[in-house]
């Protein structure tokens, strides 16, 4: 049996039955043409009393046979041969662009002719030609809608078909041909506008361009040719969407609906999780375990202007059809709704709604996946009317599949003990973990080391998170170490304590089995209570050090808002990007937040007590490390009191702790005199550790000022001038013998 071994080869036997019906065209053409008519050159220009009479002639001769007769029976026979090939060819596997164009669009023996008609243009300026003189105006030349009407058709019913088939709601009109915005084309009549293939189905049919390039920067086609890389686990989630996708087309063909005829059912698949997760994957392995390509679309790369947003859409769904693709639409990292606001979350809900009908009415078996990064209700998604919702979360592994992970990236390179400390420590996703070892293998070749360290692990940990975090609070620099830190033996424990919770949570949760008894409360919150100056906020510092996590100040001023309802969806958020990043909120001056709730006695009250009432609930439900300073213990809520892990009191320093500041402060770099006597100093300054750091550091740039090392001299001056800030009376004989 005859087969083409090209698309080009199907393409060209196509054409020359084309260009037969159009010789023969021009022939009766010329066959007519009279003394007196114009000239050949001049036709289209100017019209003469026997161009009339011509086209009256024209009028009279319809019905009765005319040129094209034999060659419409010919077509038919001819045609008939070419889809015995091309189904020949299509069975051994060799692709025929146009056979599967005319497939995905369902289009009639007429309108594939049609496209034919358009595309010879583009493969042979004689039909340019041609077309001028058929269309009776050299300017003119290109098919025309009365031109198609008068070739294509095998019978006179045809024409009457025709005109619906060249209608904007047909798939030629909406898919296939381009829009003609041109002022010429305004002043024509519709019969004769010119008919023009889209540029994509021009790179389609010629096998020019893999992607249209007009959506390029906003959509990528993962081709079955292109496999995606293994599932390491979740596999059963994997065998839960297909059967899911399959029941439901099983539902809709045996079904009443699919017998009235309408718009066929869409599994509208939600996968929701953290970056990295493996949302997209999932995607691409359910598009591949029904034989289909991938179209995934960044719903936060499209445009905001609503006609251009509607373009890119036809172009998306356009694609989706002539690749018969599964369409995934990916809203990024942030919460791309809601950073638009209600009225352009609307207006873009509107379109992607229309384009996802779309995109169901037009292909046999459609299937949408939206991936997200929060979880979403339904009527937070832009759902068709026939779409079935099915939601899978995709959440972080747990740790021994976070250990399978880790040593399967460092394929065997990094000692077993460190990959399960890295595998506790660091609740990330299989793609955060794949890029955090990556990432410290740099680190630790950048600084000619043969492995990496927990400290290369932990700055590469926080290239793996994505947040925004500082727009609602201020990150804190992590210089301070536990020997900086000057406290009595009780708080030192309790501090030690809490960072162990929090390093072995895995164990006791997951391990241990204490996770199905604690359905909540699994967070580490710290309560850090004293006087000013007193070492809270290093204290802090030092346990995000510990810990190996990002500490943010919370920056009241960004959270609390007059508005009603602003400063909980500001902490909601707040805690929302805090579990994203792993990172460590910190609330200093905690009690004006979670300060004791009052009798209502007007609606400020009320407001105020709901807002605490929040902060009770999202604190306890916080799966990470929360840390609350506060001066004044005895105004805090004692609910807050009651789910706190630990509350560490930070006693007023004495004499020897007061010293051991001193020394602390002083680097080994420092100048320093050899009358400097710390234990004078720390008997005689009655001050908290913030109050010590200024003194060292005012007799600092005193000594820096006079060339000299750091001596007694700069340092009494500078704690009178401290003492004076503070209010306190400074008695000369205290300090003698030094002045």
């Known amino acids: 049996m005859r087969m083409y071994k090209t698309g080009f080869d199907y393409l060209s036997d196509e054409l020359a039955m084309l260009e037969q019906g159009i010789r023969l065209l021009l022939a009766d053409?010329?066959?007519?043409?009279?003394?007196?008519?114009?000239?050949?050159?001049?036709?289209?220009?100017?019209?003469?009393?026997?161009?009339i009479e011509r086209s009256l002639q024209e009028s009279e001769r319809r019905g009765e046979p005319d040129a094209l007769a034999w060659f419409r029976q010919a077509r038919l026979e001819a045609e008939a041969e070419f889809e015995k090939a091309a189904g020949a060819s299509i069975s051994e596997g060799i692709f025929l662009p146009f056979a599967y164009l005319s497939r995905a669009f369902q289009l009639t023996a007429w309108e594939r002719r049609c496209v034919l008609l358009c595309l010879a243009a583009e493969l042979d300026p004689?039909?340019?030609?041609?077309?001028?003189?058929?269309?009776?105006?050299?300017?003119?030349?290109?098919?025309?809608?009365?031109?198609?009407?008068?070739?294509?058709?095998?019978?006179?019913?045809?024409?009457?078909?025709?005109?619906?088939?060249?209608?904007?709601?047909?798939?030629?009109?909406?898919?296939v041909f381009r829009a003609d915005k041109t002022a010429a084309a305004a002043d024509r009549s519709s019969l004769k506008l010119p008919l023009r293939l889209d540029s994509r189905i021009v790179s389609f049919l010629l096998e020019?361009?893999?992607?249209?390039?007009?959506?390029?920067?906003?959509?990528?086609?993962?081709?079955?040719?292109?496999?995606?890389?293994?599932?390491?686990?979740?596999?059963?989630?994997?065998?839960?969407?297909?059967?899911?996708?399959?029941?439901?087309?099983?539902?809709?063909?045996?079904?009443?609906?699919?017998?009235?005829?309408?718009?066929?059912?869409?599994?509208?698949?939600?996968?929701?999780?953290?970056?990295?997760?493996?949302?997209?994957?999932?995607?691409?392995?359910?598009?591949?375990?029904?034989?289909?390509?991938?179209?995934?679309?960044?719903?936060?790369?499209?445009?905001?202007?609503?006609?251009?947003?509607?373009?890119?859409?036809?172009?998306i769904v356009r694609e989706a059809i002539l690749s018969g693709a599964v369409l995934g639409l990916d809203e990024g990292a942030g919460d791309l709704f809601a950073q638009e606001g209600r009225e352009g979350a609307d207006g873009r809900f509107t379109g992607i709604r229309a384009a996802l009908c779309e995109y169901a009415d037009s292909l046999h078996f459609p299937t949408a996946i939206w991936l997200s990064r929060l979880e979403r209700r339904p009527s937070q998604l832009p759902l068709p009317g026939k779409a079935v919702w099915i939601h899978r979360p995709i959440v972080i592994p747990e740790a021994e599949i976070r250990l399978h992970l880790w040593r399967r990236y460092s394929d065997g390179q990094a000692v077993d003990g460190m990959l399960r400390l890295l595998a506790d420590k660091y609740a990330y996703t299989a793609g955060q973990i794949a890029g955090m070892y990556r990432q410290a293998r740099r680190i630790a070749d950048w600084s000619g080391r043969a492995e990496p360290s927990l400290e290369d692990y932990a700055a590469a940990s926080r290239t793996q998170v994505q947040h925004r975090l500082s727009e609602l609070a201020v990150k804190q620099a992590l210089v301070r170490q536990w020997e900086d830190?000057?406290?009595?033996?009780?708080?030192?424990?309790?501090?030690?304590?809490?960072?162990?919770?929090?390093?072995?949570?895995?164990?006791?949760?997951?391990?241990?089995?204490?996770?199905?008894?604690?359905?909540?409360?699994?967070?580490?919150?710290?309560?850090?209570?004293?006087?000013?100056?007193?070492?809270?906020?290093?204290?802090?510092?030092?346990?995000?050090?510990?810990?190996?996590?990002?500490?943010?100040?919370?920056?009241?001023?960004?959270?609390?808002?007059?508005?009603?309802?602003?400063?909980?969806?500001?902490?909601?958020?707040?805690?929302?990007?805090?579990?994203?990043?792993?990172?460590?909120?910190?609330?200093?001056?905690?009690?004006?937040?979670?300060?004791?709730?009052?009798?209502?006695?007007?609606?400020?009250?009320?407001?105020?007590?709901?807002?605490?009432?929040y902060l009770l609930q999202r604190i306890e439900t916080f799966d990470g490390v929360s840390?609350?300073?506060?001066?004044?213990?005895?105004?805090?809520?004692?609910?807050?009191?009651?789910?706190?892990?630990?509350?560490?009191?930070?006693?007023?320093?004495?004499?020897?702790?007061?010293?051991?500041?001193?020394?602390?402060?002083?680097?080994?770099?420092?100048?320093?005199?050899?009358?400097?006597?710390?234990?004078?100093?720390?008997?005689?300054?009655?001050?908290?550790?913030?109050?010590?750091?200024?003194?060292?550091?005012?007799?600092?740039?005193?000594?820096?000022?006079?060339?000299?090392?750091?001596?007694?001299?700069?340092?009494?001056?500078?704690?009178?001038?401290?003492?004076?800030?503070?209010?306190?009376?400074?008695?000369?004989?205290?300090?003698?013998?030094?002045i």
């Open 485 to 613: 830190l000057v406290l009595p033996v009780e708080p030192m424990e309790l501090l030690k304590d809490a960072c162990s919770r929090y390093k072995y949570s895995e164990t006791v949760f997951h391990r241990w089995g204490f996770g199905s008894k604690l359905p909540y409360g699994r967070g580490l919150s710290m309560l850090f209570a004293g006087p000013p100056g007193t070492g809270k906020t290093m204290a802090a510092e030092v346990v995000a050090g510990e810990l190996g996590l990002e500490l943010y100040r919370i920056d009241l001023s960004r959270v609390v808002s007059k508005y009603i309802g602003e400063t909980e969806k500001n902490l909601r958020e707040l805690f929302a990007e805090a579990e994203n990043s792993g990172a460590i909120l910190f609330f200093d001056e905690g009690d004006s937040l979670f300060g004791k709730r009052t009798e209502v006695k007007d609606s400020n009250d009320r407001f105020a007590n709901m807002e605490a009432a």
């Open 208 to 315: 020019t361009e893999r992607l249209d390039t007009r959506i390029a920067g906003v959509a990528s086609l993962h081709g079955t040719d292109d496999p995606a890389p293994g599932l390491l686990f979740d596999e059963q989630l994997q065998e839960s969407l297909r059967k899911a996708v399959g029941m439901e087309r099983t539902r809709y063909e045996n079904g009443e609906e699919r017998q009235a005829g309408a718009m066929r059912q869409l599994p509208f698949i939600h996968l929701s999780g953290p970056p990295g997760a493996g949302k997209k994957l999932h995607a691409r392995h359910l598009a591949e375990g029904e034989g289909r390509p991938l179209l995934l679309v960044g719903l936060d790369k499209l445009a905001k202007e609503a006609d251009t947003l509607a373009e890119q859409l036809k172009h």
């Open 627 to 738: 840390i609350l300073a506060t001066n004044l213990l005895q105004n805090m809520d004692e609910a807050f009191l009651r789910r706190m892990q630990a509350i560490v009191k930070f006693p007023f320093p004495d004499a020897a702790q007061r010293e051991l500041i001193f020394r602390s402060l002083l680097p080994k770099e420092a100048p320093l005199d050899e009358d400097l006597d710390l234990a004078f100093l720390a008997a005689r300054v009655d001050a908290s550790g913030g109050h010590i750091k200024n003194i060292v550091l005012a007799a600092a740039f005193m000594a820096a000022s006079e060339q000299a090392p750091i001596g007694m001299k700069h340092m009494i001056r500078a704690t009178r001038q401290e003492l004076h800030k503070m209010g306190k009376i400074v008695v000369k004989e205290s300090f003698e013998p030094y």
């Open 126 to 175: 004689r039909f340019e030609s041609w077309f001028g003189y058929l269309n009776d105006d050299v300017t003119l030349r290109a098919p025309t809608a009365w031109l198609a009407l008068r070739l294509l058709g095998d019978s006179a019913e045809d024409i009457h078909s025709a005109r619906r088939w060249l209608a904007g709601h047909s798939a030629l009109g909406k898919f």
């Open 29 to 51: 053409f010329e066959s007519r043409e009279t003394d007196g008519q114009t000239p050949a050159m001049m036709r289209g220009l100017v019209v003469n009393p026997a161009d």
